[in-house]
């Protein structure tokens, strides 16, 4: 058999994307470290209408031999040390133009770096994120490419056809531009997906905090969902996680507080500040892990006597009709397009430091299904960016529901918990503080923080009646 792509590695993503691409009728080969699960996989999809498709290699070089020419080759391997050997493996078996396709969750920088590398030896590489977990790359995950486009047009077919497709029947699928703009794409839909999912944990922390019990809270959350605006995948998989019992007690009791993470909402967060694009909620979303893992200092403190407990820290029992509960959405409406907001203006400005070519509607459009950000404000968000592609910011095109009573319950949430509770929600409150400054015409901590700057070190400051820098003669200090 020819094979019209290859896929090595056979874990989650890989084996659910090979079922995935084979059953839409492409001819996939492949090659597994382990030989042996390559049998059985192979073995076990022989009765599947499309199991003809898919054809198992015990080497590499039989691999190779199964594809057509040029070879098209999806790495699904560990991202990092395992990937970087699966190529330093392949460029020994493959030839001159053909192409390599890395989708593990790989920083832009490294994906820039293969691509010449590879380009230098003759092959040609594409970094291509997923996004979909499991389901995702059984059913029609998100992709999102970057490289050189005409490498891109010779998989396209293939990967159009495995995409989820999103409400009007576009793929999930779109070039987002030269060099690393994929794995950019991916980093940043991975920052948004840690500020949103730890702004999910937090409302269920508060919640908890002030007395609602883990059904209660699943039921408020089932509320919000039939509003609409917040229906989304990464809801659901709070509900469901809220919900989930053990025995007679629910699972989140029995869960240890420690949150892991791969490195992607690094890397976003870090890539942010060296740019100077400011993005407090996804920075605070990698903290908050942070803060998660420091567990032993956080238990020493408590021994040390360290209590924030005050007589006021006393939070009253909320139910589903609670005025607070209400108030709660809006803050959480308004900190997910503040997280989305942040998210996006990082992709335009790495787009400016690196010269993608990305077009950032074209871009969200790809987030509308198959991925974890999945959800009802990606179409209206899309609209908006289609709209009008110089929009300044995304909370622009939501106004209705920031501005007013929105901003006003958000704040009053915000005054309450810290009133009444110790609970942390550092999401929530830097959301709080990133609408609060990006609506702000003059920042004046700017004005007073640039004077004292030229007291102590002469660095000089601009005004805002004369062009220039300027110093003023300051007094002589102790
Ligand atoms: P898994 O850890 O489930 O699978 C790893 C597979 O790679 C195994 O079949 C393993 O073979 C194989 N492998 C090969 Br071939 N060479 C390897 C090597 N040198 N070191 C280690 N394993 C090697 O990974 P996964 O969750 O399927 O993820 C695959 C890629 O997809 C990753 O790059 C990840 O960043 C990306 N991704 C994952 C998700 C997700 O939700 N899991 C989502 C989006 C993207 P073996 O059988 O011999 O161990």
Not at 43 to 50: D, G, L, N, T, V
Not at 97 to 123: C, M, W
Not at 274 to 297: D, F, H, T, W, Y
Request: aromatic content about 8%.
């Amino acid at each position: 058999m020819s094979a019209d792509i290859g896929v090595i590695g056979l874990g989650v993503m890989g084996s659910n994307l090979i079922l995935n691409i084979a059953e839409k009728g492409f001819k996939v080969a492949v090659y597994n470290r382990t030989v042996a699960k390559t049998q059985e996989f192979v073995k076990a999809q022989a009765a599947e209408p499309f199991g003809a498709n898919i054809v198992g290699a015990d080497s590499l070089e039989g691999f190779v031999k199964d594809l057509k020419v040029p070879r098209k080759v999806l790495i699904l391997v560990p991202a990092g040390a395992a990937t970087d050997q699966t190529i330093q493996q392949l460029t020994t078996v493959l030839d001159k133009n053909d192409i390599i396709v890395d989708t593990g969750n790989a920083h832009f920088k490294d994906q820039s770096r293969r691509a010449a590398d590879l380009e230098s030896k003759g092959l040609r590489f594409l970094g291509m994120g997923i996004s979909g977990g499991e389901e995702g790359a059984r059913k029609g995950p998100a992709f999102f490419p970057g490289g050189t486009l005409s490498v891109w047009e010779e998989i396209r077919p293939v990967i159009e056809a495995a995409a989820a497709k999103a409400e009007d029947g576009r793929p999930c699928v779109t070039m987002n531009g030269s060099g690393g703009a994929g794995s950019c794409v991916k980093m940043y839909h991975n920052a948004g997906e840690y500020a949103i999912l730890q702004l999910w944990g937090e409302a269920f922390n508060i919640l908890s905090d002030f007395g609602a019990s883990n059904d209660e809270i699943a039921a408020i959350f089932e509320e919000w969902k039939a509003r609409k605006l917040l229906d989304s995948y990464m809801l659901d998989i709070s509900i469901e996680a809220a919900k989930a019992k053990e025995g007679a007690g629910f699972l989140t009791d029995k869960v240890l507080d420690r949150v892991g993470s791969k490195g992607t909402g690094l890397w976003s967060a870090q890539e942010a500040l060296e740019i100077g694009c400011p993005a407090p909620s996804l920075n605070m979303a990698v903290i908050s892990r942070q803060l998660s893992m420091i567990k032993s200092e956080r238990i020493a403190n408590a021994k040390a006597g360290l209590n924030v407990d005050t007589p006021n820290t006393k939070a009253e029992g909320v139910t589903r009709s609670s005025p607070f509960v209400a108030k709660l959405y809006d803050a959480l409406v308004i900190s997910i397009i503040a997280s989305y907001a942040q998210m996006f203006q990082c992709l335009r400005e790495q787009d400016k430091v690196h010269g993608f070519g990305l077009n950032l509607p074209a871009t969200i459009a790809t987030f509308r299904a198959g991925c974890i950000l999945k959800g009802y404000l990606l179409q209206p968000m899309t609209k908006a960016f289609e709209a009008d592609k110089d929009l300044p910011n995304l909370m622009c095109a939501f106004t209705n529901e920031i501005n007013g009573t929105g901003i006003q319950n958000f704040r009053d949430v915000v005054a309450e918990i810290t009133m009444k509770s110790t609970t942390a929600m550092p999401v929530l409150s830097a959301s709080l503080v990133y609408v609060n400054a990006m609506s702000q015409t003059v920042l004046k901590y700017g004005q007073l923080v640039s004077l004292q700057r030229d007291v102590f070190g002469r660095h000089g400051f601009e005004r805002v009646d004369k062009e220039g820098k300027f110093n003023h003669e300051w007094p002589e200090m102790q």
